[in-house]
């Protein structure tokens, strides 16, 4: 491959176009985020990046907690309805038809509609420039029974998860290899 060289810019992808909720009762919001990962193992740590000026950084700076709910497909046109309206003015729950779920160790809710919420509570913010970094412990996680098979084993590939790349979003597709897959010895016939 032949590179052209750009100065630095966010261009990791693809990225989750994941739908956070945030706020309690009345006060929930869903905020789409890109800026989010997985950080550490163990204990199971990851991070939203918020801008200061977004309605849902008061909720979560005020609570110290959010939940990562999944994007699915389905849910994509939604997704990015509640990255574009502030909840400062619209019901996002109402506008888009979604539901809110109770969470088991948080206060802020699930979104229902998601296949798998993430609950986290807030260990540190850094503020990084535009964005502010939540750094989070992920406390509990919600899946929806049909990822699971009759072992209990998740079968993540039937959420039919969302990505987003550079402004576009697709929807995951072919399975082309599973973890250790290049060094696993091949089943004699
Ligand atoms: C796909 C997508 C990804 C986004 N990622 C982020 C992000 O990582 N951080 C952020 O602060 N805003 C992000 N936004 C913008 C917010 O979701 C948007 O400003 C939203 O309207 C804020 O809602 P609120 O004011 O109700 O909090 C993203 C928007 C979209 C559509």
Redesign the pocket.
Known sequence: MSKVTWKGGALVAPVP?AMVTCGEGEQA????????GIINTHPPKTY????PS????GLIKESGEFVINLTSAKLVRS??F???????KVN?FETCGLHTEPASEVKCPLLAESPMSLECRVTDVIELGS?HMFLADIVAVDVDESLLDSEGKLHLDRGGLAA?AHGEYFELGKKIGTFGFSVRKKKKK
């Open positions: 176009p919001n869903i905020i789409t985020i890109a800026w989010t939203i990046s918020v801008r977004r309605h849902s950084y997704a990015d509640c990255g574009i309206h502030t909840g400062r996002k964005h987003f």
